[in-house]
């Protein structure tokens, strides 16, 4: 392995929550009179902190969202997390071949420390992740493209951010390693290779990866 740390975005990389959230995201928006369709929503919101969605909407709109929104936004997805969320295919098989062969492994997601858990409980990835490899944007305050994120991953797992790899399928992801000085694999599955300018190598099949690294 060319790498000391493998640093996992968590929403479309590790469980299947893109669909599921963006297409919640989509009909909330539009009901509080900001019209967003599922395709803009992935365009405009992949891969954003909660905050973000707060400022693009007021930037566009001139309007605020109101102040319990993010409770709401949450409430709805975790129900539909529980009915319906799933690991994205090959996500196992690759935490699988990391720990077999001694390769650290962190998850840095823009979503908020409950998402995370809550997502990865329901599709079994909480045995591959404990507390001291999970990091949110709610620990360093701005979300991507800012680096923040990955390098506070980078520190407390302590590597050096240039042995680090990210793992990311959005392009404020992808923004968000290039800042930190990190190489970065894009995974293409929900998101056009064509948008994620910047990667190092770009893939389509997760259970490819662990390979793609070495």
């Not at 000391?4 to 479309?12: C, E, Q, S, Y």
């Not at 319906?84 to 699988?96: D, F, K, N, T």
């Given at each position: 392995?060319?790498y000391?740390?493998?640093?996992?975005?968590?929403?479309?990389v590790?469980?299947?929550s893109?669909?599921?959230?963006?297409?919640?995201?989509?009909?909330?928006?539009?009901?509080?009179?900001?019209?967003?369709?599922?395709?803009?929503?992935?365009?405009?919101?992949?891969?954003?902190?909660?905050?973000?969605?707060?400022?693009?909407?007021?930037?566009?709109?001139?309007?605020?969202?109101?102040?319990?929104?993010?409770?709401?936004?949450?409430g709805?997805?975790?129900?539909?997390?529980?009915?319906?969320?799933?690991?994205?295919?090959?996500?196992?098989?690759?935490?699988?071949?990391?720990?077999?062969?001694?390769?650290?492994?962190?998850?840095?997601?823009?979503?908020?420390?409950?998402?995370?858990?809550?997502?990865?409980?329901?599709?079994?990835?909480?045995?591959?992740?404990?507390?001291?490899?999970?990091?949110?944007?709610?620990?360093?305050?701005?979300?991507?493209?800012?680096?923040d994120?990955?390098?506070?991953?980078?520190?407390?797992?302590?590597?050096?951010?240039?042995?680090?790899?990210?793992?990311?399928?959005?392009?404020?992801?992808?923004?968000?390693?290039?800042?930190?000085?990190?190489?970065?694999?894009?995974?293409?599955?929900?998101?056009?290779?064509?948008?994620?300018?910047?990667?190092?190598?770009?893939?389509?099949?997760?259970?490819?990866?662990?390979?793609l690294?070495?």
């Open positions: 392995m060319r000391d740390l493998v640093i996992f975005d968590n929403d479309g590790l469980v299947d893109e669909p599921i959230s963006n297409t919640i995201l989509a009909a909330y928006l539009t009901e509080l009179g900001h019209p967003t369709s599922y395709e803009e929503s992935l365009r405009d919101y992949m891969g954003s902190a909660m905050h973000r969605i707060h400022e693009v909407v007021q930037e566009s709109s001139g309007r605020q969202l109101p102040d319990d929104f993010d409770d709401v936004f949450h709805r997805v975790f129900a539909a997390f529980e009915r319906e969320l799933e690991p994205v295919p090959g996500a196992v098989q690759v935490l699988e071949k990391l720990a077999a062969d001694g390769v650290p492994y962190c998850v840095a997601s823009s979503g908020s420390h409950e998402r995370i858990r809550v997502g990865h409980r329901k599709t079994g990835l909480d045995r591959w992740f404990d507390e001291g490899c999970v990091f949110s944007s709610q620990d360093v305050g701005r979300g991507k493209p800012a680096p994120l990955f390098l506070y991953a980078a520190e407390r797992m302590g590597v050096p951010t240039q042995n680090c790899v990210v793992v990311e399928d959005s392009p404020l992801g992808v923004r968000a390693a290039n800042a930190a000085g990190m190489d970065v694999y894009g995974f293409a599955a929900m998101t056009p290779a064509a948008r994620l300018v910047g990667a190092t190598q770009v893939f389509s099949d997760m259970g490819e990866l662990a390979d690294l070495v």
